[in-house]
């Protein structure tokens, strides 16, 4: 069973930076998608970037300031917060989705979610 665990969310101020961790508690295969994304209260799950076989894609909220990065050797997925404003406030969440040819299914893994608090 992967296990994905974040960390790196904090209280920032607005023009600030933070750079969220995810670590995978194990090597994962088949890996289609890694990627960050989050939630504010009341409303839904977004999107905030995806990389895929070196291909990055982000929301168009956070193009310009968020970078997505992987370290492989690490397991680890990265996103680096620049430019904070106060809307990036949010339970950041990680996600990683792989696909199964013997299943011919696709599996969601979801971290725990960290806190992002930006003030102004």
């Known amino acids: 069973q992967v296990q994905l665990v974040e960390s790196g969310g904090g209280l920032a101020q607005a023009g600030g930076s933070l750079r969220l961790s995810c670590r995978a508690s194990?090597?994962?295969?088949?890996?289609?998608?890694m990627g960050w994304y989050r939630q504010s209260p009341g409303k839904q799950r977004e999107l905030v970037a995806t990389i895929s076989n070196g291909n990055t894609n982000y929301a168009d909220s956070v193009k310009g300031r968020f970078a997505i990065s992987i370290d492989n050797a690490k397991n680890t997925v990265y996103l680096q917060m620049n430019s904070l404003i106060v809307e990036d406030t949010a339970v950041y969440y990680c996600?990683?989705?792989?696909?199964?040819?013997?299943?011919?299914?696709?599996?969601?893994?979801w971290g725990q979610g960290t806190q992002v608090t930006v003030s102004s």
């Open positions: 194990t090597t994962i295969f088949n890996i289609v998608t």
């Open positions: 996600n990683v989705k792989t696909f199964s040819r013997s299943a011919s299914r696709f599996y969601n893994y």
